[in-house]
Protein backbone atom coordinates (compact mmCIF):
# COMPACT_ATOMS: atom_id res chain seq x y z
CA UNK A 1 0.00 0.00 0.00
CA UNK A 2 1.61 3.40 -1.42
CA UNK A 3 0.49 6.39 1.01
CA UNK A 4 1.03 10.02 0.41
CA UNK A 5 -0.54 12.40 3.54
CA UNK A 6 0.55 16.10 1.85
CA UNK A 7 -0.44 17.77 -1.02
CA UNK A 8 -1.77 20.61 -2.19
CA UNK A 9 -4.64 21.62 -5.09
CA UNK A 10 -5.22 25.06 -7.19
CA UNK A 11 -7.39 25.53 -3.73
CA UNK A 12 -3.95 27.27 -2.45
CA UNK A 13 -0.67 27.20 -4.12
CA UNK A 14 -0.64 23.87 -5.72
CA UNK A 15 -1.21 23.95 -9.61
CA UNK A 16 -4.04 21.12 -10.64
CA UNK A 17 -7.44 21.08 -9.00
CA UNK A 18 -8.31 18.84 -6.39
CA UNK A 19 -9.78 15.91 -8.74
CA UNK A 20 -6.94 16.17 -11.16
CA UNK A 21 -4.87 15.97 -8.10
CA UNK A 22 -6.40 12.37 -7.61
CA UNK A 23 -6.02 11.53 -10.76
CA UNK A 24 -2.66 12.22 -10.96
CA UNK A 25 -2.30 10.41 -7.29
CA UNK A 26 -3.74 7.09 -8.84
CA UNK A 27 -1.72 7.34 -12.36
CA UNK A 28 1.04 7.37 -9.75
CA UNK A 29 0.48 4.29 -7.83
CA UNK A 30 -0.89 5.63 -4.76
CA UNK A 31 -3.14 3.74 -2.55
CA UNK A 32 -3.89 6.68 -0.28
CA UNK A 33 -3.77 10.36 -0.56
CA UNK A 34 -4.11 13.60 1.91
CA UNK A 35 -5.10 17.27 0.67
CA UNK A 36 -3.89 19.29 2.62
CA UNK A 37 -4.09 22.55 0.97
CA UNK A 38 -2.66 26.03 2.88
CA UNK A 39 -5.51 27.41 5.21
CA UNK A 40 -8.71 26.23 3.92
CA UNK A 41 -10.60 22.58 3.39
CA UNK A 42 -12.43 24.26 0.23
CA UNK A 43 -10.96 21.05 -2.02
CA UNK A 44 -12.21 18.31 -0.01
CA UNK A 45 -15.96 17.67 -1.76
CA UNK A 46 -14.47 17.39 -5.01
CA UNK A 47 -11.10 15.27 -4.02
CA UNK A 48 -13.06 13.09 -2.52
CA UNK A 49 -15.81 12.23 -5.17
CA UNK A 50 -12.79 11.54 -7.55
CA UNK A 51 -11.46 9.29 -5.33
CA UNK A 52 -14.61 7.38 -4.60
CA UNK A 53 -14.70 7.21 -8.51
CA UNK A 54 -11.08 6.36 -9.09
CA UNK A 55 -10.84 4.12 -6.03
CA UNK A 56 -8.45 6.34 -3.98
CA UNK A 57 -8.90 6.64 -0.31
CA UNK A 58 -8.96 10.28 0.16
CA UNK A 59 -7.55 11.41 3.47
CA UNK A 60 -9.15 15.07 4.55
CA UNK A 61 -5.82 17.40 5.88
CA UNK A 62 -4.84 20.98 5.92
CA UNK A 63 -1.77 22.71 6.51
CA UNK A 64 -2.00 25.63 8.67
CA UNK A 65 0.23 28.09 8.86
CA UNK A 66 1.51 28.72 12.74
CA UNK A 67 4.30 30.86 14.41
CA UNK A 68 6.40 29.27 17.02
CA UNK A 69 9.14 31.75 18.99
CA UNK A 70 8.56 34.07 15.92
CA UNK A 71 9.17 31.57 13.15
CA UNK A 72 6.91 29.87 10.58
CA UNK A 73 5.90 26.64 11.06
CA UNK A 74 3.20 24.68 9.08
CA UNK A 75 0.99 21.79 10.98
CA UNK A 76 -0.50 19.39 9.03
CA UNK A 77 -3.98 18.59 10.75
CA UNK A 78 -6.02 15.00 8.98
CA UNK A 79 -9.73 14.35 9.79
CA UNK A 80 -10.78 17.59 11.61
CA UNK A 81 -14.65 18.85 11.51
CA UNK A 82 -14.03 21.70 9.13
CA UNK A 83 -17.37 23.21 10.95
CA UNK A 84 -15.98 23.58 14.17
CA UNK A 85 -16.30 26.98 14.97
CA UNK A 86 -12.54 27.05 17.02
CA UNK A 87 -10.62 25.93 14.07
CA UNK A 88 -13.08 27.69 11.64
CA UNK A 89 -13.00 31.25 12.96
CA UNK A 90 -9.13 30.66 12.90
CA UNK A 91 -8.89 29.57 9.40
CA UNK A 92 -10.87 32.67 8.80
CA UNK A 93 -8.17 34.65 10.22
CA UNK A 94 -5.26 33.56 8.62
CA UNK A 95 -7.24 33.54 5.21
CA UNK A 96 -7.79 37.57 6.10
CA UNK A 97 -4.14 38.16 7.00
CA UNK A 98 -3.22 36.66 3.63
CA UNK A 99 -5.50 39.01 1.50
CA UNK A 100 -4.36 41.71 3.54
CA UNK A 101 -1.10 41.05 2.97
CA UNK A 102 -1.03 41.25 -0.63
CA UNK A 103 -1.46 45.46 -1.43
CA UNK A 104 1.20 45.66 1.24
CA UNK A 105 3.66 43.08 -0.49
CA UNK A 106 2.90 44.80 -3.84
CA UNK A 107 3.67 48.03 -2.36
CA UNK A 108 7.02 46.89 -1.49
CA UNK A 109 7.58 45.61 -4.88
CA UNK A 110 6.56 48.82 -6.49
CA UNK A 111 8.87 50.39 -3.99
CA UNK A 112 11.82 48.71 -5.75
CA UNK A 113 10.71 49.29 -9.09
CA UNK A 114 9.20 46.33 -9.82
CA UNK A 115 4.98 47.29 -10.73
CA UNK A 116 2.64 44.59 -10.42
CA UNK A 117 -0.70 45.42 -10.50
CA UNK A 118 -3.70 43.78 -8.20
CA UNK A 119 -5.20 42.80 -11.34
CA UNK A 120 -2.15 40.78 -12.26
CA UNK A 121 -1.77 39.09 -9.20
CA UNK A 122 -5.45 38.21 -9.61
CA UNK A 123 -5.01 36.30 -12.91
CA UNK A 124 -2.97 34.07 -11.24
CA UNK A 125 -4.66 32.95 -8.44
CA UNK A 126 -7.10 30.38 -9.20
CA UNK A 127 -10.43 31.38 -8.71
CA UNK A 128 -11.28 29.95 -4.91
CA UNK A 129 -8.13 29.32 -4.09
CA UNK A 130 -6.40 30.97 -0.55
CA UNK A 131 -4.11 33.42 -1.58
CA UNK A 132 -0.28 32.67 -1.31
CA UNK A 133 3.34 34.16 -2.16
CA UNK A 134 3.77 31.34 -5.36
CA UNK A 135 0.84 33.03 -7.21
CA UNK A 136 2.46 36.15 -6.66
CA UNK A 137 5.67 34.55 -7.93
CA UNK A 138 3.67 33.31 -10.89
CA UNK A 139 2.34 37.06 -11.70
CA UNK A 140 6.16 37.73 -11.46
CA UNK A 141 7.38 35.05 -13.98
CA UNK A 142 4.50 35.70 -16.36
CA UNK A 143 5.35 39.52 -16.44
CA UNK A 144 8.78 38.54 -17.33
CA UNK A 145 10.61 39.49 -13.50
CA UNK A 146 11.91 36.58 -12.51
CA UNK A 147 12.20 33.12 -14.18
CA UNK A 148 10.31 30.90 -11.82
CA UNK A 149 9.27 30.64 -8.32
CA UNK A 150 12.37 29.59 -6.50
CA UNK A 151 13.92 32.83 -8.05
CA UNK A 152 10.97 34.75 -6.98
CA UNK A 153 11.45 33.62 -3.32
CA UNK A 154 14.93 33.83 -3.39
CA UNK A 155 15.28 37.64 -4.28
CA UNK A 156 11.61 38.86 -2.93
CA UNK A 157 9.58 37.25 -1.20
CA UNK A 158 11.22 34.76 1.13
CA UNK A 159 12.44 35.99 4.59
CA UNK A 160 15.02 38.36 3.74
CA UNK A 161 13.88 38.98 0.22
CA UNK A 162 12.90 42.43 -0.52
CA UNK A 163 9.24 42.44 -0.75
CA UNK A 164 8.60 40.12 2.68
CA UNK A 165 5.57 40.59 4.07
CA UNK A 166 4.98 39.45 7.73
CA UNK A 167 1.36 37.96 7.86
CA UNK A 168 -0.68 36.31 10.87
CA UNK A 169 -0.04 33.04 11.50
CA UNK A 170 -1.87 31.33 14.50
CA UNK A 171 0.21 30.48 17.66
CA UNK A 172 1.20 27.13 16.91
CA UNK A 173 0.39 25.71 20.84
CA UNK A 174 -3.17 27.23 19.93
CA UNK A 175 -3.43 25.04 16.72
CA UNK A 176 -2.37 22.13 18.40
CA UNK A 177 -5.57 22.63 20.78
CA UNK A 178 -7.94 24.02 17.90
CA UNK A 179 -7.19 20.93 15.80
CA UNK A 180 -7.37 18.59 19.10
CA UNK A 181 -10.83 20.18 19.88
CA UNK A 182 -12.04 19.45 15.86
CA UNK A 183 -11.40 16.17 16.54
CA UNK A 184 -8.57 15.70 14.18
CA UNK A 185 -4.87 15.05 14.67
CA UNK A 186 -1.88 17.08 14.23
CA UNK A 187 1.68 16.74 12.49
CA UNK A 188 4.62 19.07 11.96
CA UNK A 189 5.31 19.77 8.36
CA UNK A 190 8.53 19.45 7.73
CA UNK A 191 10.11 20.55 10.78
CA UNK A 192 13.66 20.58 9.90
CA UNK A 193 12.68 22.71 6.27
CA UNK A 194 13.72 25.72 6.14
CA UNK A 195 12.76 28.77 8.27
CA UNK A 196 11.50 25.72 11.14
CA UNK A 197 14.53 24.46 11.80
CA UNK A 198 15.93 26.48 13.97
CA UNK A 199 13.37 26.73 16.13
CA UNK A 200 12.32 23.08 16.27
CA UNK A 201 15.17 21.34 18.45
CA UNK A 202 14.58 18.13 20.17
CA UNK A 203 13.36 19.74 22.92
CA UNK A 204 10.97 21.85 21.84
CA UNK A 205 9.22 19.03 19.76
CA UNK A 206 9.40 17.21 23.10
CA UNK A 207 7.20 20.23 24.48
CA UNK A 208 4.91 19.89 21.62
CA UNK A 209 4.12 16.34 21.79
CA UNK A 210 3.72 16.87 25.59
CA UNK A 211 1.24 19.38 24.36
CA UNK A 212 -0.99 16.71 22.32
CA UNK A 213 1.29 16.57 18.73
CA UNK A 214 0.80 13.23 17.08
CA UNK A 215 3.60 13.01 14.77
CA UNK A 216 6.47 14.24 12.72
CA UNK A 217 6.82 14.27 9.06
CA UNK A 218 9.81 12.64 9.28
CA UNK A 219 10.42 11.88 5.16
CA UNK A 220 10.51 15.11 3.00
CA UNK A 221 12.24 16.26 0.76
CA UNK A 222 13.48 19.35 2.63
CA UNK A 223 15.49 16.81 5.09
CA UNK A 224 18.61 15.10 4.28
CA UNK A 225 19.41 11.46 5.37
CA UNK A 226 20.97 12.49 8.66
CA UNK A 227 18.25 14.84 9.66
CA UNK A 228 15.26 12.02 8.74
CA UNK A 229 17.47 9.44 10.95
CA UNK A 230 17.51 11.87 13.89
CA UNK A 231 13.92 12.81 13.55
CA UNK A 232 12.84 8.97 13.70
CA UNK A 233 14.70 8.18 16.52
CA UNK A 234 12.89 11.22 18.38
CA UNK A 235 9.94 9.80 16.96
CA UNK A 236 10.37 6.87 18.26
CA UNK A 237 10.89 8.04 21.79
CA UNK A 238 7.87 10.68 22.03
CA UNK A 239 5.81 7.51 20.94
CA UNK A 240 4.75 10.33 17.75
CA UNK A 241 3.74 8.88 14.70
CA UNK A 242 6.08 8.84 11.62
CA UNK A 243 4.71 10.05 8.35
CA UNK A 244 6.46 10.45 5.09
CA UNK A 245 4.65 12.82 1.52
CA UNK A 246 6.00 14.67 -1.08
CA UNK A 247 4.10 17.61 -0.29
CA UNK A 248 2.86 17.68 -4.61
CA UNK A 249 1.95 21.00 -5.53
CA UNK A 250 1.33 19.99 -9.46
CA UNK A 251 4.37 21.85 -11.69
CA UNK A 252 4.32 24.74 -8.56
CA UNK A 253 7.15 22.68 -6.74
CA UNK A 254 9.80 20.73 -8.86
CA UNK A 255 11.26 17.21 -7.07
CA UNK A 256 8.41 17.02 -5.11
CA UNK A 257 6.62 14.27 -7.43
CA UNK A 258 3.58 12.47 -5.75
CA UNK A 259 4.61 9.31 -3.69
CA UNK A 260 8.65 10.68 -3.85
CA UNK A 261 8.08 9.66 -0.19
CA UNK A 262 5.33 7.85 1.74
CA UNK A 263 4.00 6.96 4.50
CA UNK A 264 4.42 3.58 6.49
CA UNK A 265 0.78 1.99 6.22
CA UNK A 266 1.53 0.62 10.28
CA UNK A 267 1.94 4.45 11.07
CA UNK A 268 -0.73 5.40 8.90
CA UNK A 269 -3.35 2.98 10.84
CA UNK A 270 -1.95 4.84 13.53
CA UNK A 271 -2.38 8.13 12.90
CA UNK A 272 -6.41 7.17 12.01
CA UNK A 273 -6.85 5.14 15.10
CA UNK A 274 -5.69 8.40 17.38
CA UNK A 275 -7.94 10.19 15.18
CA UNK A 276 -10.80 7.50 15.80
CA UNK A 277 -11.84 7.23 12.40
CA UNK A 278 -12.78 3.87 11.21
CA UNK A 279 -14.14 2.79 14.44
P1 LIG B 1 2.70 31.60 1.79
O1 LIG B 1 1.67 30.52 1.79
O2 LIG B 1 2.25 32.84 1.13
O3 LIG B 1 3.28 31.84 3.14
O4 LIG B 1 3.90 31.03 0.87
C1 LIG B 1 4.57 29.88 1.30
C2 LIG B 1 4.47 28.78 0.26
O5 LIG B 1 5.29 29.12 -0.83
C3 LIG B 1 4.99 27.46 0.76
O6 LIG B 1 3.95 26.67 1.21
C4 LIG B 1 5.61 26.81 -0.43
O7 LIG B 1 4.69 25.99 -1.10
C5 LIG B 1 5.94 27.96 -1.33
N1 LIG B 1 7.39 28.23 -1.35
C6 LIG B 1 8.18 28.59 -0.33
N2 LIG B 1 9.44 28.76 -0.73
C7 LIG B 1 9.45 28.50 -2.05
C8 LIG B 1 10.46 28.49 -3.05
N3 LIG B 1 11.72 28.80 -2.75
N4 LIG B 1 10.09 28.16 -4.30
C9 LIG B 1 8.83 27.85 -4.61
N5 LIG B 1 7.83 27.84 -3.70
C10 LIG B 1 8.13 28.16 -2.44
FE1 LIG C 1 2.69 25.59 -0.54
FE1 LIG D 1 4.65 23.54 4.09
ZN1 LIG E 1 2.78 21.84 1.92
Do not use: M
Given at each position: MRIDLHTHSTRSDGTEPPAALVRAARDAGLDVVALTDHDTTAGWDEATDAARELGVELVPGLEMSTRFEHRSVHLLAYFVDPTDPGLATEMTKIVDGRTRRTPLLLEKLRAAGVDISAADIDAATPPGAVPGRPHIADAMVRLGVVPSRDAAFAT??????????????????????????????????????????????????????????????????????????????????????????????????????????????????RLRELAGVGR
Open positions: WLGPGGKAFVRRYATALEDALDLVAGAGGVSVLAHPRGRGSAAVLDDRAITGLARRGLTGLEVDHQDHSDVVRRGLRSLADRLDLVVTGSSDWHGAGKADHDLGCNTTDPAQYA
